[in-house]
């Protein structure tokens, strides 16, 4: 499964401007097939946990609060090169940095609420889809 799946979560941010359908008409256009997807609120301890890798980062505090503060759409993206083509997808992650064109640069509005987390390795994305996603439910 390594290499044709990546990991993705529309974040509070760009759930709340009401961009889940522009976002998810950009993956599928892109080629992307959804085999798993759910909305869904995270607690700011599982925020923490998702994103434990940064905990000793000064942003790490904010970032939790900022993943905690409404709700998400997670996803479970197909496509062969899933992880690469979708970072180039995703764009840079400070949105002034990414290429026009990018989700990022078209609905994130700073490096904090920068709309979309993507997986950043095959690895990962699959540690990633697995935290949200029981095996019963990626298709």
């Known amino acids: 499964m390594a290499g044709n799946i990546t990991f993705t979560m529309i974040k509070p941010d760009a759930v709340k401007a009401g961009n889940i359908g522009n976002v998810l008409a950009m993956v599928n256009n892109a080629g992307f097939r959804i085999k798993a997807m759910k909305y869904t609120k995270l607690s700011a301890e599982k925020a923490g946990e998702f994103y434990a890798v940064h905990k000793e980062r000064p942003f790490y505090g904010e970032?939790?609060?900022?993943?905690?503060?409404?709700?998400i759409v997670a996803a479970v993206l197909e496509k062969d090169n899933a992880v690469e083509d979708y970072r180039k997808l995703i764009g840079a992650t400070n949105p002034a940095e990414a290429a026009d064109g990018t989700i990022?640069?078209?609905y994130a509005t700073s490096i904090g609420e920068n709309a979309v987390h993507?997986?950043?390795?095959?690895?990962?994305?699959?540690?990633?889809?697995?935290?949200?996603?029981a095996g019963t439910e990626m298709f």
Do not use: C, Q, T, Y
């Open 104 to 106: 990022r640069k078209l």
């Open 118 to 133: 993507g997986a950043d390795s095959d690895e990962n994305a699959l540690i990633e889809a697995n935290f949200h996603f």
């Open 63 to 71: 970032l939790v609060e900022f993943m905690s503060s409404g709700p």
